[in-house]
């Protein structure tokens, strides 16, 4: 196939939590956590600006990480016409939008509709530069780690988009199985898993689980092997539970 119709593979890291209401002060303060603790993981996230007509129209809306000015544009997300379906924010870091170096993130908090879902999702850049450095594992376990201690979620995950759709085509948050995922203690403990499959805590909340040391990629026969293997084990010791019913 050539290389120009070749798919790009993508890479995204989530949390995903049920209904959870809360006012647009607390879900600032939870933007506010996690934004001051990616800014220190790279470059590639010190910077948002809200979503526009075009670039140089989003590039004069930067997005304030903080204070009375994140809890305004929290408040601007909320839904006009349905107030349980809480707040949204959506942001972009500047960079071109044929660029595949850019990333960006969206959540959605407070919403406590029955049925629905929140969530906090990063879109990771796909090669260059930034996808270097960032499509690493220090990198993605600290992203993972900073959306599990600000958002509080019932499950995380970083991974690749191809990966997660070789592995479970059909699913919902919490049944997927991907490069880096994140599960709290209440939903069970961790069965052993196989090498090189490392785990590790995240404080006194749950446990990280990290597949491969180096890039995860479905062009890897081993990956998709490995990662269908661990999907088998998890799946198994009830870990792989949708967020919401």
């Known amino acids: 196939m050539p290389e120009a119709f070749k798919r790009i593979e993508s890479y995204y890291a989530g949390a995903y939590w049920g209904p959870r209401k809360e006012t647009p ?4 303060r939870r933007a506010e956590a996690f934004l001051a603790t990616i800014v220190k993981l790279d ?16 590039l004069k809306r930067p997005i304030e990480p903080a204070g009375e000015a994140l809890e305004k544009r929290v ?18 870091n500047g960079a071109p939008d044929d660029d595949y170096d850019a ?29 270097e450095r960032v499509l690493s594992v220090p990198i993605l376990m600290g992203l993972v780690r900073s959306l599990v201690l600000a958002w509080e979620p019932e499950t995380s995950i970083a991974t690749s988009s191809m990966l997660r759709e070789a592995v479970t085509p059909i699913g919902r948050a919490g049944m997927f199985v991907g490069w880096i995922m994140y ?5 069970g403990s961790v069965p052993p898993l196989p090498v090189p499959v490392r785990i ?3 404080e006194d909340k749950g446990t990280l689980i990290v597949l ?10 081993e990956h998709v092997e490995l990662a ?8 198994r010791a009830g870990l792989l539970r949708p967020v919401t019913v």
């Open 75 to 92: 408040r601007r997300g909320r839904d006009r016409q349905f107030e349980e379906l809480g707040y949204s924010v959506w942001a972009w």
């Open 25 to 28: 002060e607390e879900c600032a």
């Open 212 to 221: 491969t040391p180096e890039r995860l990629t479905v062009a890897n026969p």
């Open 183 to 187: 599960f709290p203690r209440s939903r």
């Open 103 to 131: 990333c960006g993130f969206n959540f959605n908090c407070g919403s406590y509709s029955e049925g629905q879902s929140n969530r906090c999702v990063v879109n990771l850049p796909t090669r260059g530069p930034n996808a």
């Open 43 to 58: 470059p590639a996230f010190s910077r948002w600006f809200e979503q526009g007509r075009s670039r140089k129209d989003a």
């Open 228 to 235: 269908q293997r661990v999907h088998e084990l998890l799946d």
């Open 200 to 202: 590790e805590p995240v």
